[in-house]
Nanobody
Framework: QVQVVESGGGLVQSGGSLRLSCAHSGDTFSNYAMSWYRQAPGKAREFVAGITSNGGRTNYADSVKGRFTITRDYARNTIHLQMNSLKSEDTAVYYC?????????????????WGQGTQVSVSS
């Protein structure tokens, strides 16, 4: 069973930093593109950052470019989101997403998996 589990959320003051982690298990980590999404109260879930299965390319929402960095650790089957210069508008539940590369898809595994989310609160 493929699972992703987030950790590292919390309360931080505006201008501070947090590092989120997402542990992947149940299948070959390098077969999955990984992303972070977030959902603020009363708003739709939105894309934050993504990294390809081989780690060769990353992309970010305009709102976090230059402040957030996504990385992946193949030794620990984990991705991280380093968040610097946090703002009150970054307050949200942050979700990890794993999406299998189509060439590695198998019917017994879901194509996409979401974590339960971790709360990030930034006080102004």
């Amino acid at each position: 069973q493929v699972q992703v589990v987030e950790s590292g959320g919390g309360l931080v003051q505006s201008g501070g930093s947090l590092r989120l982690s997402c542990a992947h298990s149940g299948d070959t980590f390098s077969n999955y593109a990984m992303s972070w999404y977030r959902q603020a109260p009363g708003k739709a879930r939105e894309f934050v950052a993504g990294i390809t299965s081989n780690g060769g390319r990353t992309n970010y929402a305009d709102s976090v470019k230059g402040r957030f960095t996504i990385t992946r650790d193949y030794a620990r089957n984990t991705i991280h989101l380093q968040m610097n210069s946090l703002k009150s508008e970054d307050t949200a539940v942050y979700y990890c997403n794993a999406k299998v590369v189509p060439a590695f898809a198998r019917p017994e595994y879901p194509a996409e998996v979401w974590g339960q989310g971790t709360q990030v609160s930034v006080s102004s």
